[in-house]
């Protein structure tokens, strides 16, 4: 857990409290277990209770992890699924059972380990360490407010939860002989032949009236007009605001001094250096030696009439400069490194350093040209600085008017008008779109899912303000609804008639195969039955199971079928998707040479294989525990 916290904690502690073990069992957190008894619990483990109040208190503290992590993907409707709160039940339920097995084998987390784990969260940290203060702060600011005891009792929890699985899973073990005939198999190949049979011919007549219109009536859903609506809404959209006026002079003047330290150009420095490499762990001769030559280059380049850029292009081991003559540009304090740097902004133009070492080895520093660090005037930087003045007067509306939006729609949750006439603007009208989205607005999915949400489309109200990013936001109300309309047969017949014909032809195709495939199960030869069908044949030689260059389900149902005794081979007629369907005969199976694999592939599959070893016997725990101890689920209550 403490892994998960360190890496996902952003300050809300209700995350940390969500945020747990992932590896086999994906819990969300463990919440306070009371042990109140009421006739309205949702499900019950052994003597212990799970109540309406906590599932619902744990649910949506679900819900808003996943709204956070999700952003514009979450999926309100999807989040409130009967489905996802029953995988969340069985989630409570799986920890109830943890913990209860925690409690008898007498592994319980000690005060000691509580506070270790509390500690290590980085929310309640200060500079890295941990912070009484900061820690009570952030529990006194939850809804409701935890006290210390009451959240050192749920990380307990936690942990015992945790506590039996590590340890299950610890003991997983896996034998070298295990692990080749994993590898035997892994690595297996196969030789075989298939021929995919061509579908049969379509029928020469069409289907007559009747049988479209049964077809059509055993179908109708299939049949159906898209569902649209169109919304009316209010949109807040920052880069379109104009503040009332401009900045002054005088407003500017300000900026400018409150902001100098952005309009300062640091002193720059063209240099160029000649770099003898060592490496930083060189044993002390290399780096003797190293220094000796880096001095005599530097006197070199001190000579009269010495041309450093020659020397440079001669002798730098520095591969990125050398050819353009040791030059490295103008250099600002903050590039180099400190040593490099410190003696660079030292020295006087047109001088040579002494050697210098860095990480990379010994440098000798050529300073060409200085060029004084300054301030830009204010005239340079008026422009800037008023377009920076209406950014964010822009922004400040935006703020403003966002909240205004706020609160008329919590005012007045059924009409979009008086909205519209806080902002001083208009209602506007989107064009139809469905489920997929449209043009528009309704290109945000965000604006899609509220559309069809039950407070817009099914109760008409008016939706909270919409984040369609780049400070611009939107509230919207149903306009219209165009509900899905059955079509009527006349308007899709030529559709019906397709699909006719195409079943009769996957029906056809389904007889003649299989006809074929008795054939070549009872002894027939591949070549004579391709021939027969119109099929070609293809060989498939010492082909693994990832076999990219033939169908995968073909592959895959290859490698299902048995060893083919000595002298040989196996037939089967094998279903493709699509209604295809393919002859194969199976005539080698080599079983793979594990000692011929390196170490590292070795590893690789010794890792995978023991983790879904450790995985499948903590399910069989957990099976094991649902075993022995009575689970009852009351799935309408949740």
Avoid at 77 to 85: A, C, E, I, N, R
Avoid at 533 to 539: K, V
Wanted: hydrophobic share 40%.
């Amino acid at each position: 857990m403490l892994q998960t916290l360190r890496e996902k904690t952003s300050g809300w502690i209700a995350f940390v409290i969500l945020a747990v073990v992932s590896v086999p069992f994906a819990f969300f957190g463990i919440e306070q277990y009371f042990e109140v008894r009421t006739p309205t619990n949702v499900a019950k483990i052994g003597e212990r209770e799970i109540s309406q109040d906590e599932f619902r208190e744990r649910f949506e503290q679900y819900r808003q992890n996943a709204r956070r992590q999700l952003g514009e993907a979450y999926d309100a409707d999807y989040f409130g699924s009967t489905l996802v709160k029953r995988q969340l039940l069985e989630q409570m339920v799986n920890e109830e059972l943890l913990l209860q097995a925690s409690e008898i084998a007498g592994t319980t987390a000690s005060d000691d380990r509580v506070r270790r784990e509390i500690a290590a969260i980085p929310a309640f940290q200060v500079d890295g360490k941990f912070d009484a203060e900061q820690y009570g702060l952030l529990l006194r600011s939850q809804a409701p407010a935890l006290t210390p005891a009451q959240f050192e009792e749920r990380i307990r929890r936690d942990i015992g939860a945790r506590e039996i699985p590590a340890q299950v899973e610890s003991t997983a073990t896996l034998t070298e002989v295990a692990l080749d005939r994993y590898l035997a198999l892994r690595e297996q190949t196969r030789d075989f032949a298939y021929a995919i049979l061509p579908p049969a011919a379509a029928p020469a007549a069409p289907p007559d009236d009747a049988a479209v219109g049964a077809w059509y009536e055993s179908n109708k859903s299939e049949f159906m007009t898209e569902e649209t609506l169109s919304v009316r809404y209010v949109e807040i959209d920052a880069a379109k605001l104009e503040p009332a006026s401009g900045p002054d002079e005088e407003t500017l003047r300000q900026r400018y001094e409150d902001q100098r330290d952005r309009f300062v150009v640091e002193e720059q420095r063209l240099a160029s250096h000649i770099l003898v490499k060592v490496p930083a762990d060189a044993d002390a001769l290399s780096q003797k030696g190293a220094q000796e030559r880096a001095a005599a280059l530097a006197e070199r380049a001190r000579a009269d009439g010495a041309d450093f850029a020659a020397l440079a292009r001669e002798a730098s081991d520095d591969a990125g400069s050398k050819s353009a003559g040791g030059d490295l540009g103008w250099i600002e304090k903050g590039i180099t490194q400190p040593a490099f740097e410190s003696t660079l902004f030292t020295m006087a133009p047109r001088t040579v350093s002494d050697p210098v070492r860095t990480d990379e080895g010994f440098h000798v520093i050529q300073l060409r040209e200085i060029k004084p660090g300054s301030i830009k005037p204010f005239e340079d930087v008026r422009a800037e600085l008023a377009d920076q003045f209406l950014s964010s007067e822009r922004e400040r509306l935006f703020s403003e008017l966002s909240g205004t939006l706020i609160d008329r729609i919590y005012q007045n949750p059924t009409s979009i008008e008086p909205a519209a006439a806080a902002l001083g603007g208009e209602v506007q009208r989107s064009e139809p779109f469905g489920r997929a989205g449209g043009a528009g607005i309704a290109a945000f999915p965000a604006v899609v899912r509220e559309a069809f949400s039950d407070r817009v489309l099914v109760d008409g109200g008016v939706s909270d303000p919409i984040d369609l990013g780049g400070s611009r936001v939107v509230a919207i109300q149903l306009d219209q609804h165009q509900p899905s309309a059955q079509r009527a047969l006349e308007e899709v017949r030529d559709q019906v008639v397709a699909r006719l014909q195409a079943e009769a032809v996957r029906n056809a195709t389904r007889v003649s195969a299989r006809a074929l495939g008795d054939r070549f199960e009872q002894g027939g030869e591949l070549a004579a039955l391709a021939a027969e069908a119109g099929a070609s044949i293809t060989d498939a030689v010492v082909a693994g199971r990832r076999a990219l260059n033939h169908d995968g389900l073909l592959v895959d149902e290859v490698f299902k079928l048995p060893r083919p005794t000595s002298g040989s081979t196996v037939r089967r007629l094998v279903e493709l998707a699509d209604g295809r369907f393919a002859l194969v005969e199976l005539r080698m199976v080599t079983d793979g040479a594990p000692a011929t694999l390196d170490a590292a592939i070795r590893d690789a599959a010794r890792n995978d294989l023991r983790q879904a070893v450790a995985g499948a016997e903590s399910r069989a725990l957990l099976d094991a525990l649902r075993t022995a101890v009575e689970v009852r689920i009351v799935e309408e209550r949740l």
